[in-house]
C-alpha cells in the first residue's frame, strides 16, 4: 500500500476526529478508539463510516 506519510499526517477518522494510523496488515487505517478500519482501495483510503469493518 502507498500511501504517503503526508497524507497520513492529515487523515482522520470522520466519527471522532481521531488520526488514523495503518492497521497491522497494512490493508486499512485504522481508528483506535473507534475500533473501525477504513479499506484502502487502489491505494486511495475509503473514509466512510458505511465502508470501514470493526476491529
Do not use: F, W
Not at 1 to 22: F, N, Q, R
Not at 23 to 37: K, T
Amino acid at each position: 500500500m502507498a500511501i504517503s506519510k503526508d497524507l497520513l499526517d492529515i487523515l482522520v477518522c470522520p466519527v471522532c476526529k481521531t488520526p488514523v494510523e495503518l492497521s497491522q496488515e497494512e490493508n486499512g487505517l485504522r481508528c483506535g478508539p473507534c475500533h473501525l478500519v477504513y479499506p484502502v482501495r487502489d491505494d486511495i483510503p475509503v473514509m466512510l463510516v458505511d465502508e470501514a469493518r470493526r476491529e
